[in-house]
């Protein structure tokens, strides 16, 4: 092994290092109580989801989506859901994520829009970026569920 | 005539839907198309990713238009490309490189000015898995790809121990977003005989066997819009003349929206040419949807 390579090899692995190490420490103080906490507990995720809600309903790409849902009753469920996932007291009572969104069609495309007016809402209620992005984490695997079999998968068989 | 009209209407909603298809929807979260790297796949600066470039989804096409000029002590390198995201599974890129002597073309005895050009054409396919959305598993999402490369300078990189003016890498890029750590990692293993990514040509008097080289990337997302990151990619040393060092880079990136991303960078590219502690600035605009 050359010498002056073994010299840019090693000072490039301790950038390597110090850069997961800074993400670390970054993301370190949003880990100090439950997500539940951090996103302001039932009344803070019930103003996230009045935001995510009013986004969505105004949003050209996911607002017809929406179209014969009872709004009041989504909101519940969405705060319920969001509390039991993050850590707080509740237990989401809903059908699962694939029978509510079976018929709707969904694709990725309404999937990440529904993302970025989440994102809005919290930036709106000044969650931090990092606390926004433990959240997303816990919902980003719901797309298997709730984006619909590309055209030409076979359909699942009805129970 | 009726038939004729109902055929035309047919022929027009069948091409309306289609457009429909292919409209520009911008449906993947900011950020998560990634940059174009310095052979003009989508990637980070140095490393191809496994992400398909654009922010089309499985239901759409995305494409864009890059520029980067990556100056250091001695030499200039400039890549101009294009690159279309096909339904987020197949990429088809095209590069335009220049590498430019300047005043050492001189001491080199190629005279001052002295310029390399080569066209990369690369394609690259998703093979499985989803970096950014399957935050539940370890799984990353993996691709492979090809980056055929022609350089115009085949008489001079002959006399310089080249074996020839043109090859093809091959590799396979393995991404994640670890988005509850806003931290990106990505590893890519590239089968190669290029030197100095093939601006000197290809195999040489020292070897002319395919090398596996590795290539790897860091990113932390500070915000929506802004990303820093660490690459690191491993060469070959195929050629007498001239030692060939690892490259890195530190990078910055801003993406104040879908459309436009800037990334500015300190690069150092150790030994070019025989010319050594090859350091400088990495700066990238790209454009697209």
């Known amino acids: 092994m050359r010498a002056s390579s073994l010299v840019s090899r090693q000072g490039a692995i301790a950038m390597l290092v110090a850069t997961v190490a800074a993400a670390n420490l970054l993301i370190a103080p949003a880990q100090a109580g439950t997500l539940y906490a951090d996103l302001g507990e039932q009344r803070g995720l019930t103003r996230i989801v009045d935001g995510l809600l009013e986004r969505a309903l105004a949003d050209a790409r996911i607002k017809a989506t929406l179209e014969d849902t009872n709004i009041d009753r989504l909101k519940r469920l969405l705060v319920l859901q969001l509390c039991g996932l993050t850590g707080g007291p509740c237990r989401y009572t809903g059908r699962t994520m694939k029978a509510a969104h079976a018929d709707l069609n969904l694709t990725p495309r309404h999937f990440n829009a529904l993302v970025e007016d989440l994102q809005d809402a919290m930036d709106a209620e ?5 606390t926004q992005n433990h959240l997303l984490a816990l919902l980003a695997p719901m797309h298997r569920d709730v984006v619909a079999a590309r055209a030409g998968a076979k359909p699942e068989a009805a129970p | ?30 950020a998560t198309a990634g940059l174009m790297q310095i052979e003009g796949a989508g990637g980070g600066g140095l490393a191809p990713w496994a992400l398909i470039t654009g922010y089309g989804t499985q239901d759409a096409v995305g494409a864009n238009v890059h520029g980067t000029v990556v100056r250091v002590t001695d030499f200039t390198l400039s890549t101009f490309g294009l690159a279309v995201g096909l339904y987020d599974r197949v990429e088809l890129s095209y590069a335009r490189q220049f590498f430019d002597t300047g005043a050492t073309g001189r001491s080199l005895g190629l005279g001052g000015g002295y310029q390399f050009s080569q066209d990369v054409y690369g394609v690259k396919l998703r093979l499985f898995g989803d970096g950014v959305l399957d935050q539940d598993s370890w799984l990353p999402q993996v691709a492979a790809g090809i980056q055929y490369k022609v350089n115009n300078r085949g008489a001079v990189l002959r006399a310089i121990g080249a074996r020839s003016d043109q090859g093809a890498d091959f590799y396979i890029a393995a991404t994640k977003l670890f988005l509850a750590q806003s931290l990106l990692l990505n590893a890519t293993m590239r089968l190669t005989r290029a030197n100095q990514i093939g601006i000197l040509g290809f195999g040489g008097d020292r070897s002319n066997a395919y090398h596996p080289e590795f290539e790897g990337s860091a990113a932390v997302l500070l915000s929506r819009n802004v990303a820093v990151g660490a690459e690191y990619r491993t060469k070959p040393n195929n050629l007498r003349f001239a030692r060939e060092s ?44």
């Open chain 2, 246 to 289: 690892d490259w890195y880079d530190l990078f910055v990136t801003w993406l104040p929206m879908k459309a436009v991303s800037a990334t500015l960078a300190y690069v150092d590219l150790g030994s070019v040419a025989t010319r050594k502690h090859q350091e400088g600035v990495y700066a990238s605009i790209q454009l697209g949807f």
């Open chain 2, 1 to 30: 005539m009726a038939a004729l009209g109902t055929l035309v209407a047919l022929a027009a909603s069948r091409f309306s839907a289609q457009a429909q298809d292919l409209r520009p929807e911008s449906g993947k979260l900011i």
């Open chain 1, 126 to 130: 000044h969650v931090s970026f990092w």
